[in-house]
């Protein structure tokens, strides 16, 4: 072993005790632990507890934690906020704050189904934890309108975080109206339709998301090029007159026969030449990452469909050559992100 090396129990660890990491980083952030003591640095136990509306033991089992896994320092008697934890101390709505509700209260307790999840195939986690009927989380969000809200403010956010390069890289010059499957929010429309003023976009998605994204819209002054239709992309065929669809963060969610019925909807929808490009996390065509890869993937199996994963490239590129598409292009976007271009034969 070198003195680099993570002794292997150590490092085991860190995999078997991981939830206690956590529940410390979420109970820090939900009581606003980090917040307080970047505003009041070099607070005390009994000063913190009285602030945070605990009693003193619980607080010291918090502070205990936060210090052991490095979200706070202790100097003398008075705690601090470090490098990991100042970026959870303002800026609530964008990553990386705005994952931990999200992880706290969409993910968290369905995870432990994971192994059944993987038995079963199918997704026990949101089956037993989220709350509702519909088989999907989409369908379930809407059943949980508080949840909903967590989910989408993550979710725009984590499309925030790749939006500037997205906009720069993604070349619609020859698109005029761009059908955006499962749009959400509208967080890539708002974010294209600034970028190409020509630009004409219709969201689909289910209608509590169309609903809130055509508030949105209204708000940042978009209604006249953009708007959000209500649609269900697997009972519904999509509109025609676009000559672009895109797919952003959608076609992972589903198994690899549904990809290929929504590809091949998005072919009848487009005209000869019509554009498709789709942004989704990457898998190494060798399969063997990156982690987000593998960690979105159980995701997707446990509680989101049961169905999906994040799939290589080389996938993509053979569904899109079986239902009429040639490929164009990869580019990737942040660390692990990629666009998948084509154009209708
Ligand atoms: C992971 S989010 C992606 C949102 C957005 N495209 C982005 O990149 O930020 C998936 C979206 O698909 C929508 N969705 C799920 N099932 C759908 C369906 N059957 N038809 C249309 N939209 C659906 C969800 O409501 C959600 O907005």
């Not at 939830?19 to 000063?47: I, T």
């Not at 997704?123 to 037993?128: A, K, P, Q, V």
């Not at 708000?219 to 697997?234: E, I, N, P, T």
């Amino acid at each position: 072993m070198t003195q680099t090396e993570v002794p292997i129990d150590v490092e085991l660890r860190g995999l078997y005790k991981a939830h206690y990491r956590f529940q410390f980083l979420s109970a820090g952030f939900q009581l606003g632990l980090f917040a307080l003591v970047e505003k009041e640095p070099g607070l005390a136990v009994r000063e913190i507890a009285a602030r945070l509306d605990l009693k003193e033991q619980p607080t010291r089992i918090l502070l205990l934690g936060c210090t052991v896994f490095g979200l706070l320092r202790k100097d003398g008697e008075g705690y601090h906020t470090t490098p990991l934890s100042k970026p959870l101390t303002a800026n609530f709505d964008e990553a990386p704050a705005s994952n931990i509700p999200w992880e706290q209260h969409g993910i968290y307790r369905a995870m432990a189904w994971f192994c059944e999840s993987l038995k079963e195939d199918t997704n026990l986690g949101l089956r037993r934890e989220i709350p509702g009927t519909a088989p999907t989380l989409y369908g379930r969000l809407a059943e949980n309108p508080e949840l909903e809200t967590t989910f989408h403010t993550m979710m725009s956010s984590v499309s925030r975080l790749v939006g500037a390069e997205l906009r720069e890289k993604l070349d619609l010059s020859g698109c005029g109206h761009l059908l955006d499957i499962g749009g959400g929010t509208a967080i890539n429309a708002a974010n294209l339709a600034d970028r190409w003023p020509d630009l004409r976009i219709t969201i689909a998605d289910l209608p509590s998301v169309a609903t809130a994204a055509n508030e949105k819209i209204g708000k940042l002054g978009l209604a006249d090029r953009v708007r959000a239709v209500s649609l269900d992309a697997f009972h519904d065929e999509f509109p025609t007159g676009c000559d672009g669809v895109l797919f952003a963060h959608f076609l992972e969610i589903w198994s690899s026969e549904r990809i290929r019925e929504l590809l091949a909807k998005a072919a009848r929808a487009l005209p000869p030449g019509g554009r498709i490009y789709v942004v989704t996390p990457r898998q190494d065509d060798d399969g063997t990452g990156p982690e987000r890869a593998a960690m979105l993937s159980a995701y997707f199996h446990t509680i989101a469909s049961g169905e999906g994963m994040v799939y290589t490239g080389a996938e993509y590129e053979q569904w899109f050559r079986a239902v009429g598409f040639e490929h164009t292009g990869r580019l990737p976007l942040g660390a692990d992100t990629v666009v998948i271009t084509g154009r209708k034969a």
